[in-house]
């Protein structure tokens, strides 16, 4: 889920680098990078979420919006097909 967050709102930073904020003498400002270079997932598995999530979480947020408030699907429908997906519970 950091890393989906991070990759979606990654175009849109200007004055930090991630949840963190920015790089410290003791941590990335990207979680992100600390997930990576830990070893918490696999490069793999977050490259895919970096290149993939963002588009198709984009796609599902359009098509909400059309529909009325009353009858739009929660962001949950969403993450609980992404999880399938890649194989992980949520």
């Known amino acids: ?52 999530a963002p588009i198709v979480l984009v796609a599902f947020q359009e098509g909400a919006a059309t529909a009325p408030l009353e009858s739009r699907p929660h962001l949950s429908d969403w993450l609980d097909r992404f999880n399938a997906q890649s194989g992980e519970a949520v």
């Open 1 to 52: 889920m950091i890393v989906l967050v991070e990759a979606r709102a990654a175009p849109r930073l200007r004055t930090v680098e991630g949840l963190w904020r920015t790089t410290s003498r003791t941590r990335p400002g990207r979680m992100t990078d600390f997930i990576r270079s830990d070893g918490l997932l696999p490069s793999a598995e977050i490259d895919e979420i970096i290149v993939n």
